[in-house]
């Protein structure tokens, strides 16, 4: 059974920086792509970035340029480094793997609070 649990959320004042960790536990075998995704009160959960297996990424356009995502294979674990945080950040951040194309884990989620 594949499990990830988000760490690194909290509470950071505009133009501050946040690293966010997922940890997988489990098999990491048929793995696709890992990434993040966020969900801000009364607004549908949506992509910020993504890591493909191979190691390409993708990013929102909202987020480029100030957010970094990355893979430490032998920790299992993907990052998201946050810098140049804006209030419109604000939301809960949750961690998502796809395996075999078809199969999708999320995390909890880690809330991100921007105050201005």
């Known amino acids: 059974q594949v499990q990830l649990v988000e760490s690194g959320g909290g509470l950071m004042q505009a133009g501050g920086s946040l690293r966010l960790s997922c940890a997988v536990s489990?098999?990491?075998?048929?793995?696709?792509?890992m990434g993040w995704y966020r969900q801000a009160p009364g607004k549908q959960r949506e992509l910020v970035a993504t890591?493909?297996?191979?190691?390409?990424?993708n990013y929102a356009d909202s987020v480029k340029g100030r957010f970094t995502i990355s893979r430490d294979n032998a920790k299992n674990t993907v990052y998201l480094q946050m810098n140049s945080l804006k209030p419109e950040d604000t939301a809960v951040y949750y961690c998502n793997a796809i395996y075999f194309k078809t199969r999708e884990y999320w995390g909890r989620g880690t809330q991100v609070t921007v105050s201005s």
């Open positions: 890591i493909a297996t191979g190691g390409i990424t």
């Open positions: 489990g098999t990491m075998l048929g793995m696709n792509s």
